[in-house]
C-alpha cells in the first residue's frame, strides 16, 4: 500500500507540518505524481488532435496562403511537440517539487496574476493570445472552484500552513495555462495556429482538471489531511465569477484579504488583460473627480448590482427604440452621437437613480471598466475613417445593446467568435464597401438598419438574437456576394480580353514594322501589311498562339511580300519573283478570307497587285490602269472596316501617366501598391468627382494593371500601378484596412490607454 494513503498515518493537525519533512516531501510526490500522470495524458491528448484541427481548416481555408499557414503550423507542431510537452510538464513538476520550499517558491517566479499579464505588450499577436489565456482561466476557475477551494486548502496543510490560493497553486488553472503559453514559444507558428492549440489545450486538459482535483482530494484525504473539511468557497474571483460580479466586487479589502485575494479582482476576459491599464488611467483623475463629487468620489450607498445595470440599460433602450424608425443616416449626425457616447455612463447612474431613488455616485470597478471599454468601442467607431460616414451614424446606435450583452456575457470581448462580435465585424465589413451610388437601391442601407433596429427594439437579455442576425446578414451577404462575383468574373473576363487584343496588335505591328525596317514600300503594299495582315495576325495570333505553325506562316508572307517590292531589273531577279507570286496570292487570299474580307474586296486588290507585278517585271506601262503611287487612292482597294494595327503602335496608350513623373520604388506608395492583393478596398476622391469606395478586383498579369470594381462588381476605374502610386502621393486614394472591425478597435484602444500622457480615465466618464 502506498503510504500517503494509509489511513493509519493520519496528520497531527494540532501542528503545521514541515514540508522538507519525510512525511511532508511522501504527501507532495503523491500529489506531484498524480499531477504528471494526468497531465502528460491530457497535454498528449490535446496534441493528438492538432493535426486534424489544422487539417480541417486548411481545407476551408479562404486562400491558398491561408492555407498553407496551416500546413505550415501542422508540420512545426509535429517537430516541436516533444520540446513543448517537456517544457510544460518540467515547469509544473518543478513548481510542486518547490513547494518544500514555499518561502523561496512565494518570491521567485510566481505566474502574474491573470489580470496583469504583459500588459506592456500591446502588439495584436499578443494581446489576442492574452485574451485566450485570460478566458481559459477564469472560465475553469470558476468551474472548478469548489474542488480547487480543497486542493489549496489541504496543500497549504502540508505546506507548514503557508497559503495556498488559485495564483501559487501549480496545478490551478492560471499557473497551468500561464505554463503552457510559455511552453509554445518553442513553436514558431503564427498566432491562429496557437490559438487552434489554446483551445485543444482547454477541451483536453483544463477542461478534465475536475479529475486530477478530486484524485488529490481523495489521496490526502485518505492521508488524514483534513478529511472532514467541507467544501465551501471563499467569496474570491472564481466566487465572483460565478455569482453577481457588480456585488462581489464592491466587497471590503480585509474580506478578500481574509479569502487569500487582492482586492479588486475582476472576471477573466479582456476586462482583466486592460483592468490595471484603465487603473492607471483612472489614478490622477480620480482624485480630482473625487474631490468634485464625480464618478470616483467615495461610493454613497450600495453600488449598482448587474440587474440594476441592466434594467437602467433597457429603459434607455426602450427610449431609442419608441421614437420610431431610425432616420436616413447622415454624415453630420456623427458629432451628436459622440457626445451621446461620452454621455452614457452619466445617463445611466442618473436612470438607476429614478429606479432606486437615489442615484448611486458610483459602479462597481468591472462594471465601469465594461462601460468604458464599449463606449471607446464605439467612440472609435465613430472615427474609423474605413466606415463611410451614414454607416458610422447607423452602428453607433448599437452602444447601449453591446453594453448590456457585455455584462450579459463577459467572454464578448474575449473571443473572435462570439456571435456579438462576429455580427459587428460582419456588419462594418458590409458597410465598408458602401457608397451611395452602388446602393442606389439603398438594400444594403436598409439591411444594416434593420439589423439595428431589431437589436434595439427585440434584444433584452436573450443572447441568442445576435447568432441569428449574424446568420441571415451572411446569408444576405452571400446572395449578393455571388451576384457581384459574376459580374467582377465578366469584368474581368472582358478586360482580359481587350488586354489580350491590344497586346497581339502590338506584337503584330512591331512584327511587321521591324521586317520593314527603313525601306520604302509601296503605298499598295503598306496598306496591306498595315491593315489586313496585320489584322490576320492578330487572330492567329489569338487563336492559335505564337508558336503555332499558322502564325510563323504569316510571318514568313510578310517577308515574302517586302521581298517582292525589290526591284526586277535582270533575268534571274524577273525569274525569282515569277516564281513567289502565286505563293504569295494564295497566302493573301487565306488571310484576306481570315479577316472577313468580300470576295469582290479580294479580286479588287488581287487586280490591282497584279498591275502592280507586271509593272515590276516591265509588262505593262506605268499608266496602266488600275496602278497608282497615290497613297489615298491605293489604300481603296481595302475596305474601311479593316482598322490600320500598324499606325496604332505610336498612338498613346489610354490613362498613361506623364513618363516624366519620377517614382522612386522605395517610397512608401510604391511598396503600397506592390503589397495591395485582390479583395482590398480603396476610397478614391477625384476633384469634381463623388467620393468611391472601390475593390481590387484583378491585377493584369500581362500589363500589370489594377482593376477596380464596386460593391457590385461593376467597373469603377483600372490603373496602372504607377498611376495609382501618383493617386496615394496626391491624396486622391486611401487603402482601407482590411483586418475585423472589433481588432482594429481593440488596438487603437491600448494604444491609447498605454500612451503615458494620457490622463483622461476613458472616453464615457464625461457626464
Given amino acids: ?46 496534441f493528438e488532435h492538432v493535426d486534424d484541427a489544422l487539417f480541417d481548416l486548411a481545407e476551408k481555408a479562404e486562400n491558398n496562403a491561408a492555407q498553407m499557414h496551416y500546413f505550415d503550423g501542422m508540420r512545426e507542431v509535429r517537430k516541436r511537440r516533444p520540446a513543448v510537452e517537456r517544457h510544460f510538464l518540467g515547469a509544473i513538476s518543478r513548481s510542486l517539487g518547490e513547494m518544500t520550499h514555499p518561502l523561496q517558491q512565494s518570491s521567485a517566479g510566481a505566474p502574474a496574476a491573470p489580470g496583469t499579464v504583459e500588459l506592456s505588450l500591446v502588439a495584436d499577436n499578443e494581446l489576442e493570445e492574452s485574451l485566450a489565456i485570460t478566458s481559459m482561466i477564469g472560465k475553469n476557475e470558476s468551474r472548478l472552484a469548489r474542488d480547487l477551494f480543497a486542493v489549496n486548502q489541504r496543500l497549504s496543510v502540508i505546506c507548514g500552513g503557508h497559503k495556498i490560493d488559485d495564483a501559487s497553486n501549480p496545478v490551478a488553472p492560471a499557473t497551468l495555462a500561464q505554463a503552457f503559453r510559455q511552453a509554445l514559444h518553442e513553436l514558431s507558428a503564427d498566432m491562429r495556429v496557437k490559438l487552434i492549440i ?28 483534513l478529511p472532514h473539511l467541507r467544501h465551501e468557497v471563499a467569496r474570491g474571483a472564481s466566487a465572483r465569477t460565478a455569482t453577481n460580479s457588480s456585488n462581489a466586487s464592491a466587497q471590503p479589502a480585509s474580506a478578500a484579504a481574509e479569502n487569500g485575494e487582492e482586492a479588486g479582482d475582476i472576471p477573466s476576459d479582456l476586462l482583466q488583460t486592460l483592468h490595471a491599464l484603465f487603473s492607471a488611467r483612472r489614478g490622477s483623475a480620480g482624485i480630482n473627480a473625487g474631490s468634485a463629487g464625480g464618478m470616483h468620489a467615495i461610493p454613497t450607498g450600495p453600488l449598482p448590482s448587474a440587474n440594476e445595470l441592466l434594467g437602467a440599460l433597457s429603459v434607455l433602450q426602450s427610449q431609442i427604440a419608441s421614437a420610431g424608425p431610425l432616420p436616413f443616416a447622415q454624415p453630420d449626425d456623427a458629432a451628436e452621437l459622440s457626445r451621446e457616447v461620452m454621455q452614457l455612463k452619466g445617463q445611466l447612474l442618473s436612470q438607476i437613480g429614478a429606479l432606486r431613488g437615489e442615484r448611486p455616485s458610483h459602479v462597481a470597478t468591472i462594471d465601469e471598466d465594461t462601460i468604458d471599454l464599449v463606449g471607446m468601442l464605439f467612440e472609435f467607431i465613430l472615427e474609423d475613417r474605413n466606415l463611410p460616414a451614414e454607416m458610422q451614424v447607423m452602428l453607433a446606435r448599437l452602444q447601449i445593446p453591446y453594453l448590456k450583452a457585455a455584462i450579459l456575457d463577459r467572454k464578448l470581448f474575449a473571443h473572435r467568435q462570439h456571435p456579438a462580435r462576429r455580427l459587428l465585424d460582419c456588419l462594418a465589413e458590409q458597410a465598408k464597401g458602401w457608397s451611395e451610388e452602388s446602393d442606389r437601391d439603398r438594400r444594403l442601407h436598409d439591411k444594416v438598419k434593420s439589423v439595428v433596429e431589431q437589436l434595439l427594439h427585440e434584444f433584452d437579455d436573450d443572447m441568442g438574437i445576435f447568432e441569428r442576425l449574424l446568420n441571415d446578414l451572411q446569408q444576405f451577404q452571400d446572395v449578393n456576394k455571388r451576384r457581384s462575383e459574376l459580374a467582377e468574373q465578366r469584368v474581368a473576363e472582358s478586360t482580359r480580353g481587350r488586354e489580350k487584343l491590344e497586346q497581339a496588335r502590338r506584337r503584330a505591328a512591331r512584327e511587321i514594322l521591324d521586317r ?62 515569277r516564281q513567289m507570286l502565286p505563293g504569295i496570292e494564295r497566302a493573301l487570299r487565306q488571310g484576306l478570307a481570315n479577316v472577313a474580307f468580300q470576295e469582290h474586296d479580294t479580286e479588287r486588290l488581287l487586280a490591282q497587285l497584279h498591275a502592280y507585278y507586271r509593272q515590276q517585271l516591265g509588262e505593262a506601262p506605268e499608266t496602266a490602269g488600275v496602278v497608282t503611287t497615290d497613297e489615298d487612292t491605293a489604300m481603296l482597294a481595302i475596305p474601311d472596316s479593316i482598322q490600320p494595327v500598324v499606325e496604332r503602335e505610336a498612338e498613346p496608350e489610354e490613362n498613361s501617366i506623364d513618363d516624366n513623373v519620377a517614382i522612386s520604388p522605395d517610397s512608401p506608395e510604391w511598396q503600397q501598391v506592390q503589397a495591395l492583393q485582390p479583395g482590398t478596398w480603396l476610397e478614391f476622391s477625384h476633384l469634381e468627382e463623388a467620393m468611391t469606395r472601390a475593390k481590387l478586383s484583378w491585377i493584369s498579369p500581362m500589363s500589370g494593371r489594377y482593376l477596380f470594381v464596386n460593391r457590385r462588381g461593376l467597373k469603377v476605374a483600372d490603373y496602372s500601378p504607377q498611376e495609382l502610386v501618383v493617386l496615394l502621393i496626391d491624396g486622391l486614394a486611401r487603402v482601407l484596412a482590411a483586418n475585423a472591425l472589433f481588432d482594429r478597435a481593440l488596438s487603437a484602444i491600448v494604444g491609447r490607454l498605454s500612451q503615458p500622457d494620457n490622463t483622461t480615465a476613458s472616453a464615457s466618464d464625461t457626464e
Wanted: charged share 25%; aromatic share 6%.
Fill in 516 to 577: 520593314i525596317g527603313d525601306r520604302k514600300l509601296p503605298p499598295l503594299v503598306h496598306g496591306v501589311l498595315a491593315r489586313a495582315w496585320a489584322n490576320h495576325l492578330v487572330l492567329t495570333l489569338l487563336r492559335q498562339g505564337e508558336d503555332s505553325p499558322e502564325f510563323k506562316g504569316a510571318l514568313r508572307f510578310v517577308d515574302e511580300f517586302i521581298a517582292s517590292t525589290r526591284p526586277a531589273t535582270d533575268p534571274e531577279s524577273r525569274h525569282t519573283l
Fill in 198 to 225: 489554446f483551445k485543444l489545450f482547454d477541451r483536453y486538459l483544463l477542461s478534465s482538471l475536475e479529475e486530477l482535483y478530486q484524485e488529490i482530494n481523495t489521496e490526502l484525504a485518505r492521508a488524514g489531511v
Fill in 1 to 46: 500500500m502506498n503510504e500517503a494513503s494509509d489511513p493509519s498515518r493520519v496528520v497531527n493537525l494540532s501542528q503545521r507540518m514541515d514540508p522538507a519533512s519525510e512525511r511532508g516531501g511522501e504527501l507532495l510526490n503523491a500529489v506531484r505524481s498524480i499531477a504528471n500522470r494526468r497531465l502528460q495524458q491530457w497535454v498528449g491528448n490535446a
